[in-house]
Every structure is written in structure tokens, then in C-alpha cells.
């Protein structure tokens, strides 16, 4: 319903976003009832087998549980699980699609992990959404998740020395539930020397370390905000949605529906506090993941976004994503400067703590 400048040029372009009229708002709640009488006539169960040691384990009030999705990406366990725990999550809830590489065996190991398979793969459980829904359904409802995929990095304002928490203390100060993210494709300037064995030990964006500047598109529409653009497009004219909300309050009333970028109920779906999740698809063995997920056929439109890759490998023989609107990653105070993600105020309840712990010091 508005076009919005994205990156943003200031905090007043962020604004738009929660700037809505009153008929606006009710399209809105109109398309929203109408797609929830919709979905739970399609509502679709599944299998899900809880495979950890442990078995399920039980979320206690003070816990943030992340829930995500993984095929084949134990290169990206070992520093998906630190920045996460690093951030304040304290149980991590999988399912693994099939996964024939380690991803299984290295999340079995994770004290923290909670790991369930399924007998149906991700494109017959609505791309992930049935499980989703099923295991929010089982660990509790009426709290906070995080809610990613095993190649997805939550940023959000000075995240290096914050907490999810806080976050989450700003949001429910201003009676907001769900946290908006655009995807940030992130790639080397050499892909054939981003040698995936370096993230045993490093974070993702020491080895892919770059991302696209400008060229993005932003706006809202009558169910969510949507953004389009970035190195995928740029470079295979990719019209993915690269918005999601990685940080949600779950209550009874919500599902996903027909989409994971436009959860339902979507009256809740306009923030005008942004964060952004950085991509992790492109290292040294880009050809053998673009390859197996053609094969696989699991992805939207049967993976037509990879096709695209591999047709334009056989003309090129290599991908190069670097180009003149490519800046290195430096951290959340640079994403904040250049406007892709929004200040996280401070919440009264941690701004009274911050207070009561200061004044306790000795002299």
C-alpha cells in the first residue's frame, strides 16, 4: 500500500511502515479473516519424532527457544549455535529434512538441541510451515521464539553487547510482536577461495564478508511489508521474498498460512523496528549445493531460483557476485548507519536495571 525507501534514508522512512490509515488497517483484518477461514479448513498434520537422547525437553517461562529448520548444513552448526547462544537463546528445536551429511550426528551431540525428523520432506509439509506449526504447538504457546533457518543470522541494533531480550522488552513496551527482517545475501569477493572448513572456527561473515549496498525494493502490502532485490536478483533477476520475522510472539491466533514471509494473524506484521538476517548460501562449494538442490526439488517453484544458477554456470563456468554496490560486512553499527536495520531504544525495565545496578556499585 506504500513504497517505502529501503535501505532507509532515516528513521522517518522506517516509520512508514507502521504509518497506516484506517482503511489500510481494515483490508487488512478483512484479507486476514478471510485467510484464516481458509487455512484451518487446509490445516495439515504431519509426523514429527523427537530423535535427541533427551527426548523433548520442557521450556521454563525464562527460556528463548529457537526454532529452525536444517538440510545439510553442518558446516554452519558449529557458528549458527554461538551466535545464537550468544544472543540469549537457551534451547534450540530442529528438524532435520533428510540431511545426508553431519548436520545430524553434530546436532545430536548438542546438549541444548532438540532434534525431530519426519517421514515427509519440506515441499509436502508446506515448506516447513506444518512443522513449524506442529512444534510450536508442543513446546507452548503465548511466549517468545526465534523462528530462522540453519543459514539465517539474526543483526539487530548493537547485538554484539545485547541480548534478544532486550529486544524483546523494547518490542512489548510498544505493544509490538513480531520483529520484521530482510534477508541480506551474503558472499565472498572469491567464491572458489571461501574455503568452507574455515567455519569450524570462524563466523560465516569472516568468509563470506560481503553483501549488496543498494537495489533493493521495499513496500507494504494489504498482509505483510515485502522487500525484493539484492545479489540474487542482481545477478539472475530472482524475485525471492527476502522478508521474514525471525522474532515472534506465538499465541494461539497465529499460524503461517499460505506463507512463511506473511504470517497470519497479519495485522501484526507492520514494525517499524527492523532488524535483518544475513544469508549464508554462496562458500567454495556453491556448485555442489546449487546442484543438489536442483535434484532435490524441495525448494518454492521446484527450485527454480537454483535452475536459474545453473543455467547461468553452464554459459559463465563460475559465479562472481562481487560488483561496484558491494561493501564488507563490518558489524550492526555499520547496517545502522547505512540504514538496513532501525535503533532498538532502550526498555523501561531495562533502563530502570541499568540504574538500580549502577547505583550499587561501591564508590
Known amino acids: ?182 534477508m541480506l545475501d551474503m558472499y565472498p569477493v572469491d567464491l572458489g577461495a571461501a574455503d568452507i572448513s574455515q567455519l569450524q572456527t570462524s563466523a560465516p561473515w569472516k568468509v563470506a564478508d560481503h553483501f549488496d549496498s543498494r537495489g533493493y525494493m521495499m513496500a507494504t502490502t494489504k498482509r505483510a511489508i515485502t522487500v525484493k532485490g539484492g545479489a540474487r536478483y542482481r545477478e539472475f533477476e530472482s524475485d525471492l521474498e527476502l522478508i521474514k520475522y525471525p522474532l515472534i510472539f506465538w499465541d494461539e491466533d497465529c499460524r503461517f498460512g499460505p506463507s512463511i514471509h506473511q504470517p497470519l494473524p497479519y495485522q501484526r506484521n507492520f514494525s517499524s523496528i527492523v532488524g535483518t538476517l544475513l544469508h549464508f548460501k554462496f562458500f567454495a562449494d556453491y556448485q555442489e549445493m546449487i546442484s543438489d538442490a536442483v535434484a532435490d526439488g524441495q525448494y518454492f517453484d521446484g527450485s527454480a531460483a537454483y535452475t536459474q544458477m545453473t ?34 531504544p532502550r526498555a523501561k525495565r531495562d533502563r530502570a536495571q541499568d540504574i538500580t545496578q549502577e547505583a550499587s556499585k561501591p564508590d
Open 311 to 344: 543455467n547461468a554456470l553452464s554459459s559463465t563456468d563460475a559465479l562472481q557476485f562481487f560488483s561496484e554496490s558491494s561493501v564488507k560486512f563490518e558489524g550492526s553499527k555499520q547496517l545502522l548507519r547505512l540504514g538496513f536495520i532501525t535503533p532498538v
Open 1 to 182: 500500500m506504500a513504497d517505502i525507501a529501503y535501505p532507509f534514508k532515516d528513521q522517518s522512512d522506517a516509520e512508514l511502515i507502521a504509518d497506516r490509515n484506517l482503511w489500510d488497517r481494515v483490508i487488512t483484518w478483512y484479507e486476514s479473516t478471510k485467510v484464516e477461514r481458509r487455512e484451518r479448513r487446509r490445516s495439515l498434520r504431519v509426523d514429527l519424532t523427537c530423535v535427541s537422547r533427551h527426548g523433548q525437553t520442557s521450556l521454563y517461562p525464562d527460556d528463548l527457544p529457537l526454532i529452525f529448520l536444517a538440510h545439510n548444513d553442518a558446516k554452519l552448526m558449529p557458528g549458527f549455535l554461538t551466535h545464537y547462544r550468544s544472543l540469549g537463546v537457551t534451547r534450540f528445536i530442529c528438524v532435520d529434512d533428510a540431511s545426508t551429511d553431519e548436520t545430524r550426528d553434530y546436532l545430536l551431540d548438542q546438549p541444548d538441541v532438540d532434534l525431530w525428523t519426519s517421514s515427509v520432506r519440506y515441499r509436502d509439509a508446506r515448506r516447513g510451515r506444518a512443522w513449524r506449526e506442529i512444534l510450536f504447538d508442543l513446546y507452548g504457546s503465548d511466549r517468545w521464539y526465534v523462528n530462522v533457518d540453519s543459514d539465517e543470522f539474526l543483526i539487530f541494533d548493537d547485538c554484539e553487547n545485547r541480548t534478544l531480550w532486550s529486544v524483546i522488552h523494547t518490542l512489548e513496551d510498544r505493544k509490538i510482536s513480531r520483529l520484521p527482517a530482510p
